[in-house]
């Protein structure tokens, strides 16, 4: 494997219901990204995890809750979404170095359906 | 001021033909620049970065202007395999712990039409 990788690529789900996003990445990298992408909207940053640990969480509902368990892994926990919810989820990662930036890897995401 | 702002489009373009496309962001302390190229229902890919100087790659040119928080792309003699959406991503704002963010735009659409 190699790159970035996220399981399911597609998931329907009901608001009841709770179901996590997998992402894996193989590239060294210390930091890894959850992203959301609605139609017509720009990718809207969710959580960021530097070196395992949260460093921003940009007011996402309590629905969402991510998990770092290292630096290679990145959960994101659903539980009683609402049907705006239903949008591409986009796991990224990337290499931080004192803040030069060399741009992200994503994963080919998630599609969600909230029924 | 949307922090990255680019034209949606659609660019409709024959093969061959040369394209721009800009962007201006609103974060005057931005350091690093992007272009992702996004396929339909597919993962944004980096395309190339953007450096101070301009920057070349094949058949794409990047440039930067900061005095005008502007950046743009060229595209010469387009192919059909150059649809797609591209979006304009600046670096910033800091995260902490060493991580920034990178901003995107919303993309601009191009269609190379045969």
């Known amino acids: 494997e190699t790159g970035v990788t996220q399981t399911p690529r597609h998931l329907v789900m009901g608001m009841t219901n709770k179901k996590s996003l997998k992402c894996e990445q193989h590239l060294g990298h210390n930091a890894m990204y959850w992203y959301k992408q609605s139609a017509k909207k720009p990718l809207e940053l969710m959580f960021v995890?530097?070196?395992?640990?949260?460093?921003e969480n940009n007011s996402v509902p309590s629905r969402f809750s991510p998990e770092c368990p290292n630096s290679s892994h990145l959960f994101l926990h659903l539980h009683t979404l609402q049907p705006e919810d239903s949008a591409l989820y986009l796991c990224?990662?990337?290499?931080?170095?004192?803040?030069?930036?060399?741009?992200?890897?994503f994963g080919s995401g998630t599609r969600l359906t909230v029924v | 001021r949307k922090e990255v702002e680019q034209d949606p489009g659609p660019f409709n373009v024959p093969e061959g033909a040369t394209v721009a496309f800009n962007c201006t962001y609103s974060n005057s302390a931005s350091q690093s620049f992007f272009w992702y190229r996004q396929d339909c229902r597919k993962e944004p890919k980096l395309l190339m970065s953007v450096y101070s100087s301009g920057n070349e790659d094949g058949r794409f040119t990047a440039q930067l202007n900061r005095a005008s928080q502007y950046i743009s792309l060229l595209i010469r003699d387009s192919k059909l395999s150059d649809s797609a959406t591209y979006l304009c991503?600046?670096?910033?704002?800091?995260?902490?712990?060493?991580?920034?963010?990178?901003?995107f735009g919303k993309g601009t659409k191009l269609s190379v039409i045969p």
């Open positions: 995890y530097s070196l395992e640990e949260r460093v």
């Open positions: 991503v600046v670096n910033g704002p800091y995260s902490g712990a060493g991580s920034y963010q990178l901003t």
């Open positions: 990224a990662s990337s290499q931080e170095q004192q803040g030069a930036y060399y741009g992200y890897t």
